[in-house]
């Protein structure tokens, strides 16, 4: 199944904070480990700075619970999933952000 999605890659944390000004996605898939700014500080100046509810982050991250939680969490809107990534659900997500931000965009 094809999803009508406009892809945007980042570097680090700073370089995804730009993109996202720029293109104000439904949609952010990030890795916790990174260059420079970690997906947690990433995570934290989105919530902090964008204050567009409708954006679902979601992580793919080798970390285990227990180590998020060591690192001081995320907060509980952020879905999160262990590598290797599941395809299906990852899919399912963005095939339901697309469609509320269609559904929000025709009101």
């Known amino acids: 199944c094809q999803l009508p999605v406009n892809i945007k890659t980042a570097e680090d944390g700073f370089e995804g904070l730009m993109q996202i000004g720029r293109h104000n996605p439904v949609a952010i898939i990030t890795d916790l480990m990174m260059p420079n700014m970690d997906g947690f500080s990433m995570i934290q100046a989105i919530h902090e700075k964008f ?18 939680n060591e690192r001081g969490g995320l907060p509980n809107d952020v879905v999160v999933f262990q590598k290797p990534i599941p395809l299906k ?7 339901t952000c697309i469609e509320n931000e269609n559904s929000a965009a025709s009101v």
């Not at 679902?56 to 180590?67: A, F, H, N, P, R």
């Not at 659900?89 to 095939?95: A, E, G, H, V, Y």
């Open 89 to 95: 659900d990852l899919r399912n997500i963005i095939r």
């Open 51 to 68: 204050k567009r509810t409708n954006t679902k982050i979601i992580v793919i991250t080798v970390l285990s619970q227990d180590e998020i």
